[in-house]
């Protein structure tokens, strides 16, 4: 098991560069329909448990690294999980390189 940070989901179910695929249609670079489809595919290929954060954990790892609490939420439900966290994200990859690493070493 993994934690995948949102746009690691993303980059898997939408075919394109990287970065400007994954705004898809807010940008008009897929239709309506084809986000919905990749959407579709994104959320059939993860398992869903919830699992309630730590705020003030979350918060304190921002002050501490400069990462956004955003980002860290994924690193704390790996750290949680004792897990590695697969993001693309180098700020969160090099605050925590015992917990984040890129898809391309995992």
């Not at 329909?33 to 921002?62: Q, Y």
């Amino acid at each position: 098991m993994i934690v995948a940070d949102t746009s690691l989901v993303a980059y898997f179910v939408i075919h394109g560069a990287m970065t400007p695929a994954a705004e898809h249609v807010r940008k008009e670079i897929l239709d309506r329909d084809t986000a919905l489809r990749a959407f579709r595919r994104g959320i059939a290929m993860v398992e869903f448990e919830e699992i309630k954060s730590d705020p003030l954990a979350i918060l304190n790892m921002s002050e501490d690294t400069g990462c956004s609490p955003y980002d860290l939420e994924f690193v704390w439900l790996a750290m949680e999980l004792r897990v590695k966290l697969v993001t693309a994200d180098q700020k969160v990859i090099r605050a925590y390189p015992g917990v984040a690493v890129h898809p391309s070493t995992y």
